[in-house]
């Protein structure tokens, strides 16, 4: 199912000072395409799990319109609009089983939708068979993993063949080797379903590696919609630039002068059409070739090795944040040493922003 | 471990004393008192040992009076206190303004008094040479003639017995069950909204199993302070509970010691440690009941 949001709003009052609001979300347009995996990804207090909560009926917007395909949902109730919502804490009940937590949305169908005890069990069997929980059908949750929890609180989103699967930071309470393993598994279960799924995350990589899409949000505004790959390589503004990545790129305060582009006094990057302006230059780590005649000098602070490749960092006096930090594949590296360090840029891996919008200057 | 145990031993000596001194002592010696027979406090004598004490207190018509009064007040107040604070914890906390103000107004009588309750309720419930008594008035608007709650027939005095029971007890079981249900993790109730659950079904099948051991922990206690009931009952009928026929088995033990019928502490004795039995039969079967239906997270 496809899913719009158009113009979509949420204010709320500020809890601390009277008659003020907080924009969670402001004027969201998007769509998402069906049978997709979506990344709503953002720092902490970006509005993601709003935007979550909006989309399953939890919290309603101030103003705007939601669509699944062409249905208007906006004032629908969440158990009228066809959500599956997996919690961040799973949010299972701890004193029922399993089962009968999976057939717990089935329990509360109405009507001709009512289903005997066998069909729940049959349907719960199948949902349980796609997660791969069927042995510990009759357990209690405290009984079991975190990553079995999770795969039960994805079973009990799914029994109803929901239209959209939301999923607020599914990955986020556990540990690193059941993260890396939970999220492929995320990937079948989606594949498998067609289910149009929404997650959301603070965990760039997490969101790098699965999604088909991903929305890069940032303080309720929405920053970049693409796939995984191109808001690396092409970021919108030098906020995705500088969220997405590690290390972090390189941000240097630069200009434009006569078709060049200077870090300090020295010209590192041909530009033309582009009129005399300060402008923000940005790096990937690993568009640096290190060379001894390079353009950009840098003050060598250290070299660290980690088998593969070799992490030079250094500094210069435009740099923004604490070092630059490059990325040299080991067998290019040289032993680097000395008070100062020289590098070229590979023209791919630098971006421009304009100096107050920071909005991506297109070459 | 091993080697340091009598240090265990020597801090908990100081609790063990007074328990032994003030607990377990008395105790061994109610025991002893309830054997002995016409057991006189002066002489510290007694005729004979024997279980005479309980036959006597078993048909003393007073005792079998007591007893009814007791349970029928038990079996009345517990569940409809239980219940009724429930709802009104429900009602708390779905509401957002002024709930801390209805929080303080439900929690007062808990802090007042019970003879100043008692006072008003005297008020509400007695008819004197002047006034038949505030809901005497309000009974006389709908056309039923005037009921004497406090000295009149039996089913008005278990009537407002039991009122003021249920209003003085519940206080305590609103503060416990709000807080209850408001360590109640709220996304159960959001996934339950996902879900599609109706409001009934998520009290039945989600607040009430996740609140269950306070529930259960409110209803042991409830039966256990029901089965103790006697300051009550003074302050709404007098000292005279017998006159009154409103006696409760505590007020027996109590009349048998210290009251103008006094001076016989075998009769208490035994009359005590009957109820002891009863308490301790009703919570044992609460105890098994509960273990299939209390869930504890």
């Known amino acids: 199912m496809k899913v719009v949001l158009e113009n979509l709003t949420k204010q709320y009052q500020s809890r601390n000072i009277k008659g003020q609001t907080v924009t969670a979300v402001n004027n969201f347009n998007f769509e998402i395409p069906d049978g997709q995996l979506i990344g709503l990804l953002g720092p902490s207090g970006c509005g993601k799990s709003t935007t979550l909560n909006l989309i399953s009926g939890l919290e309603t917007p101030t103003s705007g319109r939601i669509f699944f395909g062409d249905r208007d949902v906006t004032s629908l109730p969440p158990e009228e609009r066809g959500v599956g919502l997996v919690f961040q804490n799973y949010a299972l009940y701890p004193h029922l089983t399993v089962e009968e937590n999976i057939i717990f949305p089935l329990q509360n169908l109405k009507g001709a939708q009512k289903m005997t005890k066998e069909a729940m069990h049959a349907k719960a069997m199948e949902v349980a068979h796609l997660v791969q929980i069927e042995p510990y059908m009759h357990r209690k949750p405290r009984e079991m993993s975190g990553g079995q929890q999770q795969r039960v609180a994805i079973a009990r989103a799914l029994v109803k063949i929901p239209q959209v699967l939301l999923l607020d930071e599914p990955l986020s309470n556990l540990d690193a080797r059941l993260r890396l393993q939970t999220r492929e598994e995320l990937r079948r279960i989606q594949r498998e379903t067609g289910v149009t799924t929404i997650f959301v995350t603070h965990d760039q990589e997490e969101a790098m590696s699965i999604s088909d899409l991903i929305v890069v949000m940032k303080a309720g505004e929405l920053q970049q919609i693409d796939k995984p790959q191109n808001t690396y390589d092409d970021p919108a503004n030098l906020f995705v630039a500088q969220f997405l990545g590690t290390p972090q790129i390189n941000t240097f305060e630069a200009r434009i002068q006569d078709g060049r582009v200077f870090i300090g006094d020295e010209a590192v990057l041909e530009v033309s059409g582009q009129k005399d302006r300060p402008v923000w230059a940005t790096v990937r780590p690993e568009g640096f070739i290190h060379t001894e005649n390079g353009a950009l000098t840098c003050r060598l602070d250290r070299v660290e090795v980690m088998g593969r490749d070799v992490s030079v960092v250094s500094t210069h006096p435009a740099m923004t944040g604490r070092n630059i930090r490059t990325i040299i594949a080991a067998e290019e590296a040289p032993d680097i040493t000395g008070e100062t360090v020289r590098f070229n840029l590979k023209p791919g891996k630098v971006f421009l922003f304009e100096k107050d919008s920071e909005e991506r200057i297109r070459l | ?297």
């Open chain 2, 1 to 297: 471990m091993k080697k340091n145990n009598w240090k265990a031993w020597l801090y908990l000596l100081p609790a063990m004393v007074f328990l032994g001194v003030f607990m377990v002592y008395p105790l061994i010696d109610v025991c002893i008192y309830s054997l002995e027979e016409s057991y006189n406090f002066a002489s510290q004598s007694y005729t004979g040992v024997g279980l005479y004490n309980f036959r006597y207190v078993l048909s003393d018509p007073y005792f079998v009076r007591a007893l009814q009064n007791t349970f029928l007040i038990v079996a009345i107040t517990v569940p409809l206190s239980t219940g009724l604070s429930l709802l009104i914890a429900l009602g708390l906390s779905s509401i957002k303004p002024l709930r801390n103000a209805y929080q303080t107004i439900y929690f007062l009588p808990y802090v007042t008094n019970t003879l100043a309750v008692g006072l008003v309720f005297m008020i509400l419930f007695k008819r004197t040479a002047y006034t038949d008594g505030l809901i005497n008035l309000l009974i006389a608007k709908f056309g039923a003639g005037p009921v004497d709650f406090i000295e009149g027939p039996y089913w008005a005095k278990m009537f407002v017995m039991c009122f003021y029971t249920i209003w003085v007890v519940m206080p305590f079981k609103i503060l416990i069950l709000t807080s209850a249900l408001a360590s109640v993790n709220p996304d159960y109730y959001k996934a339950a909204r996902v879900d599609g659950a109706t409001s009934s079904r998520i009290f039945w099948k989600i607040t009430l199993p996740m609140i269950s051991p306070t529930v259960f922990y409110l209803i042991i206690t409830g039966f256990i302070g029901a089965f103790k009931a006697y300051s009550d009952e003074v302050a709404i009928f007098g000292t005279n509970l017998n006159a009154a026929g409103m006696n409760t088995i505590v007020g027996y033990v109590y009349d048998m010691l210290y009251g103008d019928s006094g001076g016989y502490p075998s009769y208490a004795a035994a009359a005590a440690l009957i109820l002891f039995a009863i308490v301790f039969t009703i919570t044992y079967i609460n105890l098994t009941f509960s273990k299939n239906k209390v869930q504890y997270m």
